[in-house]
């Protein structure tokens, strides 16, 4: 089985449109392909047709901002009904928070002497909706920093000034109305979250206890014992396996779509669940 349940399009942060990453998704073939954006499923819209008639298995699907104990938490949520009225009220608070956010952000690097403006930054994301990579590539643009990352490492990035999630989701409101609207919640990329072993499985604890059922055993460009470790959580925890490249750009640091070792053995797959 060849799978990729996340990935990025222009509709977030990702620099390929829904349309090229569908095209991209049939080359290798994929048997099962996701497009999942940041709290939005308009890129996964405007290609839902096309995949349908070129028979694709194109899962819906979104990555979700949630907050859990002050840690900003992403569940990548496949398999849900687009037009579920859980679904549209999640997308409408998440749009609302996100603008919020960018307001806020701004503000905050305003004190600290950085002048970026709403419409200098919508101007450079065009029509997706507005995250803190956008926020980095204007600073880059206006001189402020060196690179993206230098804008991450000390304005945007965990704990640091422009970091702001409080009008995220919670986690497990986030998770149930993923389920309400008939989809699956798998939380991303487990081993991003900078916690101890313990709090990451108080997370999954609370995560299951919500309804959730997966988790992303193989994120992107990641060591075997990362994937070794993620794994006996899941079978620990009876949680169902995903596997995503988390694919923004081509010729950066992670792997391109679809390019992915298989998911182990020992865990049962996310697809499963699909029906
Ligand atoms: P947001 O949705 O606005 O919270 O932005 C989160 C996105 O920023 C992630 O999905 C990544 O694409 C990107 N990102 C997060 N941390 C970093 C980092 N340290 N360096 C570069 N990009 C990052
Ligand atoms: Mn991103
Ligand atoms: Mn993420
Ligand atoms: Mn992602």
């Known amino acids: 089985m060849k799978v990729d349940l996340h990935t990025h399009s222009t509709a977030s942060d990702g620099v390929l449109s829904a349309d090229e990453l569908i095209q991209i998704a049939t080359d290798k073939p994929l048997d099962y392909f996701s497009i999942t954006d940041h709290d939005t499923i308009t890129g996964y819209l405007s290609v839902r047709e096309k995949a349908k008639a070129i028979g694709m298995n194109l899962i819906a699907g979104l990555e979700l901002s949630t907050l859990w104990n002050g840690i900003g938490v992403h569940i990548v949520g496949p398999n849900f009904e687009p037009t579920h009225s859980a679904m549209a009220h999640l997308l409408q608070h998440q749009t609302d928070a996100r603008i919020a956010r960018t307001d806020t952000i701004l503000q905050k690097l305003a004190k600290i002497g950085f002048e970026l403006s709403l419409s200098e930054l919508q101007s450079s994301v065009g ?24 804008a991450f490492k000390k304005y945007l990035g965990n704990g640091k ?41 108080r997370l999954v604890d609370e995560f299951i206890g919500a309804g959730g059922q997966g988790i992303e055993v193989i994120s992107g460009k990641q060591h075997r ?32 779509v679809g390019e992915l070792p298989p998911l182990p ?8 669940l699909f029906h």
């Open 225 to 256: 014992d990362v994937t070794d470790k993620i794994a006996t959580i899941a079978t620990d925890k009876g949680l169902y396996a995903s596997i995503g490249s988390d694919f923004h750009r081509p010729l950066s640091f992670g792997v391109g």
């Open 161 to 201: 000034i422009g970091d702001v999630k409080n009008g995220w989701i919670s986690l497990s409101d986030g998770v149930k109305a993923i389920r309400e609207s008939g989809g699956v919640a798998v939380i991303a990329h487990p081993n991003h979250y900078n916690v101890t072993r313990t709090k990451l499985l």
């Open 127 to 150: 029509k997706g909706v507005i995250g803190r990579p956008h926020i980095a590539q204007l600073m880059v643009e206006k001189g402020y920093v060196k690179g993206t990352n230098q």
């Open 265 to 272: 053995d020992s865990v049962p797959p996310i697809w499963e």
